[in-house]
């Protein structure tokens, strides 16, 4: 039954899934993951690039990585499980547009100030 569930919550997430698939596979074949670790369930994947994403039951951290960072990512996987196929249109995207503009439009915000990051602070229990 356990396997079964954990089936079928991968399969709502097949989208944000597929993509860190790719990805995972691209940092193995450029020899760019010197970690793998576990988080609550979840597999934390260390490489050696900056910036950390979660896509799905994946998450990627960077060297540079805290505690909070791994809490804070892993509210973006309860966000994946709550939003499943809508992931990538309210979280995902948003979420990499305001990283890359938010210092030009909102300078005076924090980064966690934007609701996909705020949210998964919560979900995470980022202190
Ligand atoms: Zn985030």
Known sequence: MKRIKSVLKY??????????LIYLSYLIV????PAITKYKGIKVYTKYSSG??????????SLRATEN???HEYGHTRQSLYLGPL?????????ILWAMIHKTIAPD????WFYTEAWA????NVK
């Open 11 to 20: 399969i709502w997430q097949l989208p944000q899934n597929i993509i860190a």
């Open 30 to 33: 450029e020899n760019q993951i």
């Open 52 to 61: 950390s994403v979660t896509l799905g039951n994946y998450i990627f951290i």
């Open 69 to 71: 960072t791994i809490k």
């Open 87 to 95: 992931y990538l249109i309210i979280i995902g995207i948003p979420s």
């Open 109 to 112: 915000k924090l980064y966690n």
């Open 121 to 124: 602070d919560k979900l995470g």
